[in-house]
């Protein structure tokens, strides 16, 4: 599918084309978030297509390719939100790259403001280093709340599984922050879920999922765990950080 027509396909998903109310955004997620609490994650992303239209987007941080999937399957052609913060692994890279040739969705990219180059000249080398808040709110937290700015709702892959941060996630939640509402399709899904979704429907995996990163960020605070620990203790390990602002 080229990018013309996933586009077209996208505007023809729905005629919602202007932006809800705030009150009216809250009232949505107040009557539908009990309602799919229990939903298969299919029927959650079609309930989001209905409601939405081309006002909800999917966003992928390319560790798998299985939310991507099932929003393909439910709506070819939607589009799917990935952040290129300049400090990716080169397999985040290939796996984008690999979900844009090989599913029928609308792969936008988005970047920061300024490059890493840009950056270090501004903040100083390695921002990262000294203050990950920051680099964070720069590379990751602004450039997405400027993405979304045209959506009313958007779907993560976050999964209560993941870290104890995470357990209460629901399935439709509100994201006062940004102000839109904030689904969640995988919110129940087990470890085991993911992995039979991936083998019963030969989804992409990022191939540092393999090599001891369960869980995948920006390469200078990415590293790799031992069998057994946490899936998310390497990211930002001895820091003290666990989130990089995004889900706050
Ligand atoms: S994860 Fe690290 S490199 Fe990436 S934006 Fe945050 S602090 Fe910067």
């Not at 109310?21 to 539908?32: G, Y």
């Not at 509402?181 to 087990?190: D, E, T």
Request: proline share 4%; with cysteine.
């Amino acid at each position: 599918m080229t990018a013309a027509t996933t586009r077209a396909a996208a505007k023809n998903r729905g005629t919602h084309t202007l932006g809800r109310s705030q009150d009216e955004l809250q009232d949505l997620v107040r009557h539908a978030g009990a309602e799919l609490e229990l939903a298969p994650a299919e029927n959650i992303i079609e309930w989001a297509v209905a409601t939405f239209g081309e006002r909800f987007c999917v966003t992928s941080s390319m560790g798998d390719a299985v939310l991507a999937d099932i929003a393909a399957k439910v709506a070819p052609g939607i589009d799917v939100v990935f952040l290129d913060t300049g400090y990716h692994f080169i397999e985040t890279i290939g796996t984008r790259d690999a979900v844009e040739a090989t599913l029928p969705v609308n792969l936008i990219t988005i970047t920061p403001k300024q490059t890493v180059a840009e950056q270090d000249a501004t903040h100083g080398k390695d921002l990262f280093a000294r203050d990950p808040d920051k680099c964070c709110a720069l590379r990751k937290v602004q450039p997405l709340e400027d993405a979304l700015a045209d959506y009313d709702a958007w779907a993560t892959g976050l999964r209560r599984a993941e870290t104890h941060n995470r357990v209460i996630a629901p399935v439709i939640g509100w994201d006062a922050k940004k102000g839109k509402v904030k689904v969640s399709p995988l919110a129940r899904w087990s470890d085991e879920d993911v992995e039979r979704y991936v083998v019963e429907n030969g989804v992409l995996v990022n191939p540092l999922q393999y090599d001891g990163y369960p869980s995948i960020g920006c390469w200078p605070c990415t590293r790799r765990v031992a069998e057994g620990e946490d899936a998310r203790s390497g990211r930002w390990a001895g820091t003290g950080k666990t989130e990089c602002g995004i889900h706050a």
